[in-house]
């Protein structure tokens, strides 16, 4: 039986995060795999603990710590492939305001490095029985036109698995062009954070309420942890769909 927790977009949450964890203890007790769909470091107040605690994470069975689009910005500015990249991903991260928590970070050379290491063997994406996990899904739109599975995947690049903002507006359009093709052909359900669920899930009105995004042959499972009024959620994915959430902030005198 398959059997997964599944967590993306940590965003700094440190407190947040172990607090989600002690709620799944049960369930990693029991066997559970554990699921990081990337986007571990900014906006909150304590990127360099959750570096520390995804590193450790990755040394443990049953773990598996996926890239993300942070990971991707933070390995270009500091491990470039020419001065250039270096340049146009270190403006980045000093131009916007969610990224300075990552100079406590950067400021710890040894703690970096190791970080980097990490980033360089995280994959883009896992299968694992009928699911397949990636930061920002997959390019629903390329399967039409490829003969096999195989296929479909070399036709992708990094930028599909980590920066795929509209993931869930293709695959319901093409959902709704020919559901019976989606939901039959495609071998896979499609398990992906990147877009927070309450500006993909029609179904969430209120700001403050967060759900997976579930529809057919595809989960997401990010809930928006990157605003300060958001939540981290773990999805268990196992016969029946359930989750757990906490809500940012929940241990804010800590850090007054």
């Known amino acids: 039986m398959s059997r997964y927790i599944v967590i993306a977009g940590i965003h700094g949450r440190y407190d947040e995060f172990e607090h989600l964890l002690d709620k799944c203890?049960?369930?990693l007790r029991a066997g559970y795999k554990l699921v990081l769909l990337g986007d571990y470091l900014g906006y909150g107040k304590q990127s360099k603990e959750v570096a520390k605690k995804i590193?450790?994470?990755?040394?443990m069975e049953r773990v598996i710590v996926l890239k993300g689009h942070w990971e991707d910005i933070l390995y270009r500015a500091y491990r470039p492939e020419s001065i250039h990249e270096s340049e146009k991903y270190k403006k980045i991260i000093i131009n916007k305001r969610s990224y300075l928590p990552l100079f406590e970070l950067v400021d710890d050379k040894k703690l970096l490095e190791e970080y980097l290491d990490l980033i360089e063997q995280m994959k883009l994406y896992h299968i694992d029985n009928k699911y397949l996990f990636a930061h920002s899904g997959v390019d629903f739109r390329m399967w039409r036109?490829?003969?096999s599975f195989d296929m479909f995947l070399l036709n992708h690049t990094e930028s599909h698995f980590l920066w795929n903002n509209s993931f869930y507006d293709d695959y319901l359009r093409e959902y709704f062009t020919d559901k019976d093709f989606i939901r039959k052909s495609f071998p896979y359900t499609v398990v992906?954070?990147?877009?927070p669920t309450y500006k993909i899930n029609p179904a969430i009105r209120n700001f403050y309420e967060y759900a997976p995004f579930v529809w057919e042959n595809v989960i997401g499972v990010d809930f928006g942890a990157s605003s300060k009024h958001g939540r981290l959620g773990a999805v268990i994915i196992r016969d029946a769909l359930s989750y757990i959430s906490v809500k940012v902030g929940f241990n804010e005198k800590k850090w007054d």
């Open 145 to 147: 036109n490829c003969l």
């Open 55 to 59: 590193l450790e994470l990755a040394d």
């Open 25 to 27: 203890a049960d369930y």
């Open 192 to 195: 992906a954070g990147h877009v």
